[in-house]
């Protein structure tokens, strides 16, 4: 489990930028998606031009929910509204517990394919889907360049997975109350939430474990300040 530590800072880190700032940066940090040039406000984007017929387009919210005319066949979606993916990923081996296979590495959980809330971000982020195939809209513009993580997760921070605090003794468990880091003093204070509030309805590590698709506040869309490395600390013990 400690290659994963490095994976969660560097791996998956970098790949959910904004695809309306550089890539290499976090994007215009803010509370709130009403802020302009936040990653996942897409108001002002080209593939989203209002368009006075369909009176789609050059909003906000509406590339992925819809308060009407929802596809409520997607699971763990309100209200979607953007076309979901059905693509077939290559997912991390690197757990080291398992079982070794040669050729793939340890099967781990054995799991071979994302699900919950990770779908709904692979809908953009795995490039097999237009941007702008929303609202029953075909689209033509793929995402591109570091936001795009494609189908092969192999390097990517493991997802879908179950959090499971006894697999080699490494993780906190899941009542673990985590700390956030103090940039004033170089030291950590409590947050005072639990390790399982990062997790989904089912326990397990998804991409919203780490980022929060609503709001910038630290960039990179992470859900905290990664400073001291304290969003991987809250789950990894080191």
Not at 39 to 65: E, K
Request: aromatic fraction near 8%; charged fraction near 10%.
């Amino acid at each position: 489990m400690k290659k994963i530590i490095l994976l969660a800072s560097i791996g998956f880190m970098i790949p959910l930028m904004s695809i309306a700032q550089s890539t290499l940066g976090p994007g215009v940090t803010g509370s709130s998606l009403t802020v302009a040039g936040s990653p996942h406000n897409f108001s002002s984007q080209t593939w989203n031009a209002y368009n006075a017929t369909t009176l789609m387009g050059g909003q906000i919210c509406q590339p992925c929910h819809t308060p009407h005319n929802a596809d409520m066949t997607v699971t763990d979606a309100p209200l979607w509204n953007h076309q979901f993916t059905t693509a077939t990923y290559q997912m991390y081996t690197g757990f080291e517990f398992g079982t070794l296979v040669t050729g793939v590495g340890y099967t781990g959980y054995g799991v071979t394919a994302p699900d919950g809330t990770s779908k709904l971000c692979l809908s953009c982020h795995d490039g097999s889907i237009a941007l702008g195939a929303f609202g029953g809209q075909i689209g033509s513009t793929a995402l591109t360049g570091g936001a795009l993580l494609s189908t092969d997760l192999r390097n990517d921070h493991p997802i879908s997975i179950p959090y499971d605090s006894l697999v080699g003794g490494g993780l906190h468990t899941p009542t673990f109350i985590y700390n956030n880091f103090n940039p004033a003093t170089g030291g950590y204070i409590t947050s005072g939430k639990k390790v399982s509030a990062k997790l989904d309805e089912n326990g397990k590590v998804q991409c919203t474990s780490c980022h929060g698709p609503h709001a910038n506040r630290t960039g990179y869309q992470l859900g905290m300040d990664n400073r001291g490395s304290a969003l991987c600390l809250a789950c990894h013990k080191k």
